[in-house]
């Protein structure tokens, strides 16, 4: 994999980081996500593959 740039960003808070990896604005992060966010996700994902 090549990679020609790092964007950083930084988050109000933990709702905003939630709606940039709805949006698919996040490939990778370098923070932790709540339990709610992970369920949230996790059913999400549930629903588009069923």
Same mark, same amino acid.
């Given at each position: 994999?090549?990679?020609?740039?790092?964007?950083?960003?930084?988050?109000?808070?933990?709702? =905003? #980081?939630?709606?940039?990896?709805?949006?698919?604005?996040? !490939?990778?992060?370098? /923070? =932790? #996500?709540?339990?709610?966010?992970?369920?949230?996700?996790? !059913?999400?994902?549930? /629903?588009?593959?069923?």
């Amino acid at each position: 994999m090549n990679n020609d740039k790092v964007v950083v960003r930084a988050f109000e808070g933990p709702e =905003a #980081m939630g709606a940039a990896i709805d949006k698919g604005d996040i !490939a990778i992060m370098a /923070r =932790a #996500m709540s339990p709610e966010q992970i369920n949230r996700l996790d !059913a999400g994902r549930r /629903r588009s593959s069923g």
